[in-house]
């Protein structure tokens, strides 16, 4: 069982339905969980349930997680771990984080509660045509921070 916290247009979500028996993507913006529900069915994710709510209320009745993704977390990242490691203080976590405070806030509360920490660094260059030749411009970095039981 999989959770999908800030699920967005389910494209996280929809690849973990692939793998996974029941994966749970959990949404407040209407507009997306609109896309997310339309690339459900587009993609045949059949075991991929969207939830309208914010984290961490709309985790409350869910079944207890095996793995979770948090992909946005609407300022309340570390009330949503806690709650990941009250349902399950094994499930496997990995936060997706593009500012240094959510770097910073999901590699403290996952070392506070325990886990053991993989911060990957993830960064992109686009190509754009300079005088005949290719110049690379950086995109801005994103950080996966992930969290295993020890």
Known sequence: VCWDVGTG???VAIE???QCRAVYGIEREDAA????EQNRVKHGAWNLRLVKGE???ALADLPKP???FIGGSGGKLCEILDTI???NPTARVCVSAITIESLHNSYTSLRGLGYEIEVTQLSVARGKAAGG???MLAQNPVWLICG???
């Open 148 to 150: 295993y039981a020890k």
């Open 133 to 135: 030749l290719t110049l």
């Open 33 to 36: 969980l609109a896309v997310a």
């Open 85 to 87: 490691h009250a349902a």
């Open 16 to 18: 973990l339905a692939l």
């Open 66 to 68: 095996d793995a979770v």
């Open 9 to 11: 247009t389910g494209s």
């Open 55 to 57: 984290a961490p209320a």
